[in-house]
T-cell receptor, first 116, second 112 residues
Framework: GAVVSQHPSWVICKSGTSVKIECRSL??????MFWYRQFPKQSLMLMAT?????????EQGVEKDKFLINHASLTLSTLTVTSAHPEDSSFYIC????????????FGPGTRLTVT | QKEVEQDPGPLSVPEGAIVSLNCTYS??????FMWYRQYSRKGPELLMY????GNKEDGRFTAQVDKSSKYISLFIRDSQPSDSATYLC????????????FGTGTQLKVEL
């Protein structure tokens, strides 16, 4: 299957700082990338959908000014958590697709963010 | 009520047992049904997908979808310790930009 990478895999930051997480599709061009967050023992919650070259579509309740998403190329999307707070600590996972069916999404390994 | 309900477990079974994992859902627009396996601190890995109702088998795994009951199942035969993981069901409609709606996941432990 297709490979999706995320960087960093784990990051600790201080409250009030910003953190950028990268999601890359390594062997295919991803026209659509999805960003999820997952709390311990809970499901993946979709935060936003980004299509290459256009603005991201955020899910209800997700602050677009706090979670900045950029999908500037067909292989790279970034999520920036601005002015992070301890409640933003979570596991962030991206997935990448290429206009195929919904099951043709490939997930990255996730990034664990801890805000102190 | 959540759109997708899944018992979080944990579910503990002996090696070699048949495991049954289930999800129910409320949105009749769902057409694609997926099962993902997620190891601790890793991203989900697609195990199987089914379109509409019916059964699908792949090795030790069988997926079943009953749209009339809004109920899906994943069966694992001859379970192995390496099957120990969290299993997530996910669903989507044919529109909506391929958005997936996930269950909470069932934590499975297969013991020697």
């Amino acid at each position: 299957g297709a490979v999706v990478s995320q960087h960093p895999s784990w990051v600790i930051c201080k409250s009030g700082t910003s953190v950028k997480i990268e999601c890359r599709s390594l062997d295919f061009q991803a026209t659509t990338m999805f960003w999820y967050r997952q709390f311990p023992k809970q499901s993946l919650m979709l935060m936003a959908t980004s299509n290459e070259g256009s603005k991201a579509t955020y899910e209800q309740g997700v602050e677009k000014d706090k979670f900045l998403i950029n999908h500037a190329s067909l292989t790279l999307s970034t999520l920036t958590v601005t002015s992070a707070h301890p409640e933003d600590s979570s596991f962030y996972i991206c997935s990448a697709g290429n206009r195929g069916a919904s099951y043709e999404q490939y997930f990255g390994p996730g990034t664990r963010l801890t805000v102190t | 009520q959540k759109e997708v309900e899944q018992d979080p477990g944990p579910l503990s079974v002996p090696e070699g047992a048949i495991v049954s994992l289930n999800c129910t859902y409320s949105n009749s627009a769902f057409q694609y049904f997926m099962w993902y396996r997620q190891y601790s601190r890793k991203g989900p890995e697609l195990l199987m997908y089914t379109y509409s109702s019916g059964n699908k088998e792949d090795g030790r795994f069988t997926a079943q979808v009953d749209k009339s009951s809004k109920y899906i199942s994943l069966f694992i035969r001859d379970s192995q310790p390496s099957d120990s993981a969290t299993y997530l069901c996910a669903m989507s409609g044919t529109g909506g930009g391929n958005k997936l709606t996930f269950g909470t996941g069932t934590q499975l432990k297969v013991e020697l």
